[in-house]
C-alpha cells in the first residue's frame, strides 16, 4: 500500500481547487471583477482624453500610460483586498473544523498541508492577474507603454501577491482561529501599504526635510510605481493622483541627479517581499508541526541556512549584474583615471603680432589638465594676446 | 497480544492538568470504551494516542512501539476520527474519501476501489456524488468513520463517534463498530455517556479529571463499585411489621420507600446471597406477603454517576 506513483500531484491542491473552483462562483467573482476593471479602465481612458483636449501635445500614448497605471493599481488593490481572504484562514479553519487533526494524522507531510495552502490560493489569486493581462494589453493600441513595462508591473504583482499570501497563511498557523488571522492580516496590509507613507509624511512636517526615500520600500504601492516610473510619467497622472496617492508617486520616483542613475526603489522592495515570503514560510513550516515545533534538528538548521544563503546569493549577484547600469559603479570598475586633457594651442590673431616677435609670449598660467582648467586656461591667454594686440596697435 | 499501552500519560496545558498519570492497557482485537464526562481529559487522550499532542510526560507505546519514535511507521497503522466537526463541508462525498485516500498516498485504482468499499460498508453508496453539507449528522459521522478506514488500519481511535446522534443512528454507528471488531480491529471509542457502549465494549475504563478511576469489564467495575447492592422489595400488607424487621437486620444500611401503595421500598443491603435469602425467610415467616424481592437493576447511570461524583467529594 505504500508504494504509490512517484509523481504524485499534493492532495491539498486537488481538494482545494475542487471546492474553490466548483460551481460558478470562483469564476462569477473573476467576471465581476474583469467587468469592474474594464467599466475603471474606460473612464480613465475618457477622463485624460478630456484633460487633454486643449493642450498640443500628443494624446495617446498619455491615455496608454494612465490606462496602464490606473489598471496596474486597481489590480494592486483587489489584490491586496482579496488574497488576505483567500490565505488567512488556510490553516486556521482546518483547526477549528479539526480536520487538521485529520490531516496530521495521514502520512501528509504538515508542511506539505502548508504547501498545498499556498499554491492553491495563489493560483486563483494568479488566475485573477492573468485574466486581467488580455484587457490590460489593450493600452499597447494607445502606445506609451512597452512590453517590457507590462512584464516588470505584472511580476511585481505576482510578487506582492505572494507576499500577502505568505503573511496570511502565516497569521492563520500563528493564531488558529480564522477570524483574528483575517482582521490581523488586514492590518498588516494596511500598515505595509501605508505605514510608510505616514511615516515620510510625518518625518517630512516635522523635520522640514525631504523624508529618506527608503522609507518607502515596504509599500507595495510605492514599489509598483518606482517600477512603472521610467515609462509612466508622473505628471501625466493627475487624474490618477488623486484615486492612488500621487504623493507615493513623486516620493517613490528617485531623486534627481546628474552623477549617476539611482536604483530605483523597486530594487529594494522586490528582495524584500521575497525574503519576507521566504521567511515566514520557514516559520510557518514549524508553526503548522504537531509536536515538537521548535525542537529543530541540526540537519533542519542547515537546510533554512542553506535556502536563507542561497536566497542572499542571488540577490547579490542581481545586484552586482545590474550595478553598471546604477549609481553602484564605483564597485565594479574601481580605478577610472581620468583621461589627461588634450593640450590646445591657444587660438592667437596671428596678424596682431609684430614681426620678429613672432613667438607665444611665456605664460604663468599652468597647463590644463581638465576641460573646466582649459576653459579659464584659453579665455586668460585670449585676454592676453587682446590686451597685447590693442596696446601695440 | 497489548495493542495500546499508556504508562502513567500526563499532559498539562497552562498548568491546568487534562489528563494525569494515567495508565492504560488495551488487548488487541478488543473494543475498549473510554468513559468520562465532558472535559475528563478524552479527547486530549486520544490526540495524544494518536500522536497529535505530546505528553508533558508518561510513555507511549502503540502495538509495543513507541510513538515519539516510530510515529511516522505507526500512521499507517492508526485510524483516527476527531470529534463530527471533522468533515469538509464543501466536498461530494466520494471526493472527501478520495482526498484521504490520496494523503495515504494510494494508486489510483486502489483509491477508487477503497472509496467504493467504504461507501459501501458505512452505507453510504447512495449518497456518492451528495455535498458533505447536505449529509444528516449520522452519516456525516459514518463518513468521518470511513475515512479512518482509507488504509485499512489495525487501530481505530474513535472520538466520541455517536455523540449528538438520534437513537437510529446510534443504533447504526453501534452496528458498525461491532462490524469493524469482527474484522479483528482494535477499537478504542470515547463517550460520555456509559450506556451508548455498555453493552459493546469489551473492556471500558472510566475517566474523570484526567484520571482512570475504574477500568475492567462492565460487570466486574459494577461489582467494584457497588459493595452495597441494592435490593428492591414490594410488600402487599403487614407494612410495620416488615419495617421493623428491615430497620433491625444487621445487614441493612438504609431503606428507601419509593412508592407507599403499593408499598415500595429500596434496601441498601451488604450482605451477601445467604443473608438476602435469611433476609427474605425471615420476612415471610412474620406473615408479611411479599410480592417482589430482588436486586435493583443495574443502572448503569448511577454506577457512573456515583463513580465520577465520589471524586468530587
Redesign the interface.
Same mark, same amino acid.
Given at each position: @500500500?505504500?508504494? !504509490? &506513483?512517484s509523481l $504524485?500531484i499534493n492532495?491539498i491542491i486537488? #481538494?482545494e481547487l $475542487?471546492?474553490r473552483m $466548483?460551481g460558478g462562483r470562483a469564476f462569477i467573482t473573476l467576471t465581476i471583477i474583469l467587468v469592474f476593471l474594464s467599466i475603471f479602465s474606460y473612464a480613465v481612458a475618457q477622463l485624460t482624453m478630456a484633460a487633454t483636449q486643449y493642450s498640443g501635445i500628443p494624446v495617446s500614448p498619455q491615455i496608454g500610460q494612465t490606462v496602464f497605471a490606473g489598471l496596474v493599481f486597481l489590480i494592486l488593490f483587489i489584490i491586496c483586498a482579496i488574497t488576505p481572504a483567500v490565505t488567512a484562514n488556510a490553516i486556521s479553519e482546518e483547526k477549528? #473544523?479539526? &480536520?487538521f487533526? @485529520? +490531516? +496530521? !494524522?495521514?502520512? +501528509?507531510h504538515p508542511v506539505s498541508v502548508l504547501w498545498g495552502k499556498l499554491v492553491a490560493s495563489m493560483s486563483y489569486i494568479f488566475l485573477l492577474i492573468f485574466a486581467a493581462l488580455p484587457m490590460t494589453s489593450l493600452v499597447f493600441t494607445y502606445g506609451g507603454v512597452t512590453m517590457r513595462d507590462m512584464l516588470k508591473a505584472v511580476g511585481m504583482l505576482l510578487v506582492i501577491a505572494v507576499m500577502i499570501g505568505m503573511i496570511g497563511l502565516f497569521m492563520s498557523a500563528l493564531l488558529r482561529k480564522s477570524g483574528r488571522a483575517v482582521a490581523s492580516t488586514y492590518v498588516v496590509v494596511l500598515l505595509l501599504i501605508i505605514g510608510p507613507l505616514f511615516l515620510a509624511a510625518g518625518i517630512g512636517i516635522l523635520r522640514q526635510v525631504e523624508p529618506p526615500r527608503m522609507l518607502l520600500i515596504p509599500s507595495p504601492v510605492s514599489a509598483l510605481a518606482s517600477a512603472m516610473s521610467p515609462s509612466v510619467n508622473p505628471q501625466n497622472l493627475a487624474i490618477l493622483s488623486w484615486m492612488f496617492g500621487g504623493t507615493f508617486w513623486i516620493m517613490a520616483s528617485p531623486p534627481i541627479s546628474y552623477d549617476s542613475i539611482p536604483r530605483p526603489l523597486y530594487h529594494y522592495s522586490l528582495p524584500l517581499y521575497l525574503g519576507l515570503s521566504l521567511v515566514l514560510y520557514l516559520l510557518a513550516s514549524r508553526l503548522v508541526l504537531? &509536536? $515538537?515545533r521548535w525542537n529543530i534538528r541540526w540537519s533542519e538548521w542547515v537546510l533554512a541556512l542553506v535556502v536563507i544563503l542561497g536566497f542572499i546569493g542571488i540577490i547579490t549577484s542581481a545586484y552586482v549584474l545590474t550595478s553598471p547600469r546604477y549609481e553602484n559603479i564605483i564597485i565594479v570598475s574601481p580605478t577610472v583615471t581620468p583621461t589627461p586633457a588634450p593640450q590646445i594651442a591657444p587660438v592667437v590673431p596671428e596678424l596682431s603680432y609684430p614681426p620678429g616677435d613672432n613667438k607665444i609670449p611665456p605664460s604663468d598660467t599652468p597647463t590644463p589638465t581638465s576641460w573646466n582648467d582649459l576653459d579659464d586656461h584659453v579665455s586668460t591667454n585670449l585676454n592676453e594676446s587682446l590686451k597685447r594686440s590693442l596696446w601695440k596697435s | 497480544m497489548i495493542a495500546i499501552t499508556t504508562r502513567a500519560l500526563t499532559r498539562r496545558f497552562n498548568g491546568v492538568t487534562a489528563v494525569n498519570e494515567l495508565s492504560l492497557k488495551v488487548e488487541a482485537g478488543s473494543l475498549f470504551g473510554l468513559i468520562g464526562p465532558n472535559g475528563a481529559g478524552k479527547t486530549t487522550t486520544l490526540r495524544m494516542l494518536a500522536g497529535l499532542l505530546e505528553p508533558t510526560s508518561g510513555e507511549i507505546r502503540i502495538n509495543e512501539l513507541r510513538i515519539r519514535d516510530y510515529w511516522r511507521e505507526l500512521q499507517w497503522q492508526i485510524g483516527y476520527m476527531p470529534d463530527f466537526y471533522g468533515v469538509y463541508e464543501d466536498m461530494l462525498v466520494w471526493e472527501y474519501l478520495d482526498f484521504f485516500a490520496r494523503c495515504y498516498r494510494l494508486a489510483p485504482e486502489r483509491r477508487k476501489q477503497v472509496t467504493e468499499e467504504l461507501l459501501d460498508l458505512v452505507d453510504l453508496t447512495e449518497k456518492r456524488e451528495a455535498y458533505v453539507h447536505t449529509l444528516s449528522r449520522g452519516m456525516r459521522q459514518r463518513l468521518c468513520l470511513a475515512h479512518a478506514l482509507v488504509h485499512d488500519p489495525n487501530i481505530l481511535l474513535l472520538d466520541e463517534p455517536a455523540s449528538g446522534l438520534d437513537p437510529r443512528a446510534r443504533v447504526e454507528m453501534r452496528e458498525l463498530l461491532r462490524e469493524l471488531r469482527n474484522m479483528g480491529k482494535t477499537i478504542l471509542v470515547s463517550s460520555h455517556i456509559l450506556s451508548e457502549l455498555a453493552e459493546l465494549c469489551d473492556t471500558v475504563g472510566i475517566i474523570d479529571h484526567g484520571q482512570l478511576i475504574a477500568s475492567g469489564s462492565i460487570e466486574d467495575i459494577q461489582k467494584r463499585i457497588s459493595q452495597h447492592r441494592r435490593l428492591v422489595l414490594r410488600l402487599l400488607d403487614n407494612r410495620t411489621i416488615a419495617q421493623e424487621i428491615l430497620y433491625s437486620h444487621q445487614h441493612v444500611s438504609s431503606v428507601s420507600v419509593l412508592s407507599e401503595e403499593p408499598f415500595t421500598a429500596e434496601v441498601r443491603f451488604s450482605g451477601g446471597d445467604t443473608d438476602a435469602a435469611n433476609l427474605l425467610e425471615n420476612l415471610v415467616d412474620s406473615g408479611v406477603r411479599v410480592a417482589l424481592f430482588g436486586e435493583a437493576n443495574a443502572n448503569l447511570e448511577d454506577v457512573f454517576l456515583q463513580l465520577t461524583r465520589g471524586d468530587e467529594s
Open positions: @500500500m505504500h508504494n !504509490a &506513483t $504524485r492532495p486537488i #481538494k $475542487r471546492s $466548483r477549528e #473544523k479539526l &480536520t487533526d @485529520m +490531516l +496530521l !494524522a495521514t502520512p +501528509l504537531p &509536536t $515538537r | -
